[in-house]
């Protein structure tokens, strides 16, 4: 099995991950015109609700209205964000929107058979057939630290497991993705940064512990394509070398200020504004394989939410993109 961005990674641990910068090769050299690109191949704009997570919990309705007004036409959620999902369902069928995937945690994601069952049965409500693990099984064995940062602690958590919580993250997603896929669900796993930095002393990292145990007949794989440039790897590469595995993505850009780093750590941009090459990545990642294409922003904004994917997706052509009220 070949190892992904060996020397690359190691280099970068070695100098230091504060001292780099998004390599130049990740930046785009003209500017391209991606308007058209998802409606000449048929395909819907999404969001992911993570981006507008508090709105949607304090007004599901108005969020997706506002989501809708802007030109999004499909939606992935991060949980239920406090609904049941006959609500979330409503207001999505009220505000022209198609749930089409959903991230579950491990702790929702289930162990049994039953927890199948009863996931699968709300799915349906919500019109749902994909699901993701958004990230590695949480180590719930490590305490959070008095005025420690969530990123801060997140990272010591994960770092102090090794690879045994990359062998626990992998084989849960064989089991359950195996489970689900009876019900004729699919699974995939959504990645950070921090799975391509080294967990043992011989440089392997999480990202191969998951690769090389995870069945690519059963686990998919949803590319957060601003989380791999901040890693410092290149996304075009990065989609390519999975071509067939990658059915989703996240549409995510990143200033070239971004040092690059396995420790969450990003400087987030609207789509379009940032250093990612779209007019090179999505062409790439439509031949690779990904049908579903979800903007999503990291915080912090400079602007109002709402405002920040609005530009986003007057660069990928939303319409009407307007500024919602």
Do not use: C
Request: avoid cysteine.
């Amino acid at each position: 099995m070949h190892r992904l961005h060996r020397r690359q990674m190691l280099a970068a641990m070695a100098i230091g991950a504060a001292a780099l910068a998004i390599p130049g090769r990740l930046l785009a050299k003209e500017p391209a015109d991606m308007r058209h690109f998802l409606s000449d191949h048929g395909l819907p704009l999404g969001v992911q609700l993570y981006t507008v997570d508090a709105m949607a919990r304090e007004d599901i309705r108005g969020t997706l209205r506002k989501l809708s007004a802007i030109g999004f036409r499909s939606l992935e959620l991060a949980g239920l964000h406090g609904h049941t999902p006959q609500d979330l369902r409503a207001a999505a069928d009220e505000a022209g929107l198609a749930i089409t995937s959903i991230h579950l945690g491990d702790a929702l994601i289930g162990r049994t058979e039953a927890d199948t069952e009863k996931l699968v049965e709300d799915l349906g409500v919500l019109g749902v057939r994909d699901v993701v693990l958004p990230m590695f099984v949480f180590p719930r064995d490590v305490t959070r630290g008095e005025d420690e940062p969530f990123i801060d602690y997140l990272y010591r958590a994960v770092h102090s497991q090794g690879a045994d919580v990359w062998e626990r993250t992998a084989d849960l997603l064989n089991e359950r993705a195996a489970s689900l896929a009876r019900h004729g669900i699919k699974l995939a796993y959504h990645n950070h940064n921090v799975e391509f930095g080294p967990v043992d002393d011989t440089g392997r990292t999480g990202w191969e512990i998951l690769m090389e145990r995870t069945d690519p007949e059963l686990v998919g794989l949803e590319v957060d394509l601003g989380w791999v440039a901040a890693a410092g790897i290149d996304p075009v590469e990065f989609v390519t070398r999975y071509a067939g595995r990658v059915r989703q993505a996240h549409v995510k850009d990143i200033h070239a200020t971004t040092k690059s780093n396995f420790a969450f750590r990003q400087d987030p941009a609207e789509v379009g504004a940032g250093s990612l090459d779209w007019g090179r990545l999505l062409p790439a990642a439509y031949a690779a394989g990904v049908r579903q294409f979800y903007v999503e922003q990291e915080p912090p904004f400079t602007a109002d939410r709402f405002t920040s994917l609005a530009k986003s997706a007057a660069y990928l052509g939303a319409a009407p993109a307007v500024q919602p009220s």
